[in-house]
């Protein structure tokens, strides 16, 4: 088990990255991370690079004209897919969370704090997720499994 801690228990709210992660099938990403009081949503994007999302993971609380849904989309070559809007919202703002993202291959499987799962086909298969990228939600720490 690799784990990736923020020394200081709190991340950047405009971005932290983690490359070079070498995430192979059947494994896991667990990330754990503080959602400020006032957040209108955050990001987990895990795939290849800042311009290859396997998938865009996006929960949001008021956000782009969603209100308290779940967002799953791809990112290739710079190119986003169709967004999948999912009303299952188990996020609060001034709160941990932790999400558990399992990579299968041809799809990535999202095990949400509550117990929930969520499974996103990806557009193309991938053999390495190398990468995560976290937009407003403070970093504890990164974990694969």
Known sequence: MKRWTNPKSV????????????????QGLRV???????????AINVGKDSNNFALHFNPRFDQNGDTKKTILN???????????????????????????????????TVKLPSGEELSFPLPSPVDEISSVFLVGLHLKNITIE
């Not at 190119?79 to 919202?89: L, Q, T």
């Not at 996020?91 to 990579?103: I, M, N, R, S």
């Open 74 to 108: 791809s990112l290739q070559g710079g190119v986003w897919g169709a967004e999948e809007k999912k009303d299952v919202f188990p996020f609060k703002q001034g709160a941990e969370t932790t999400v558990f993202f399992k990579f299968q291959g041809n799809s990535i």
């Open 32 to 42: 754990k991370g503080y959602i400020p009081k006032d957040s209108p949503g955050f």
């Open 11 to 26: 991340g950047n709210v405009n971005g932290v990255s983690a490359t070079n992660l070498r995430l192979k099938l059947n």
